[in-house]
Structure formats: structure tokens, C-alpha cells
């Protein structure tokens, strides 16, 4: 995951997660990494149209989005 997270900061590469939320909730999500440590993610989210904070623990899944998502005007 390493690898992909720090791609995803270099190359603007968006990521398709599968994240388990504190209260047990399942989401599909696709983010463009901001910045990223050894708890926390940092990352535009697409499905809640801001950035958040995402505790890098809940990762179930993450892999390179190939859909079209639509990149957030910055």
C-alpha cells in the first residue's frame, strides 16, 4: 500500500479503496492522495467531494482506479 499511496501523491494517480469507517460502515471509495504517514491518510475523496483524513488502518483495499473519474478542479 505504501507504494500506491506514495504514487498516488507523485503521479496524481487515484486510488479505488474499500474502507471500513470507526462505526463498522463499508464504503467504495475513490481519493487522489494529498499526503500520507505511518496512521493517517490525507486524500480528496470523490464519493464526498473534499479532502478528509482517513485512518490508513481501515484500508480493506486499495488499488489503481482505471474508470474515468473526473479529477477535482484545484
Known sequence: MEKLLRR???EQLILAA???SCSGE???R??????FNDTHV???????KQTRMFKRDH???VQPDH???SRPAW
Open 8 to 10: 498516488s501523491v507523485q
Open 26 to 28: 463499508f464504503t467504495q
Open 59 to 61: 484500508f480493506l483495499s
Open 18 to 20: 474499500i474502507y471500513q
Open 67 to 69: 474508470s474515468n473519474v
Open 30 to 35: 475513490n481519493l487522489l492522495v494529498k499526503s
Open 42 to 48: 490525507v486524500a480528496y475523496c470523490f464519493l464526498r
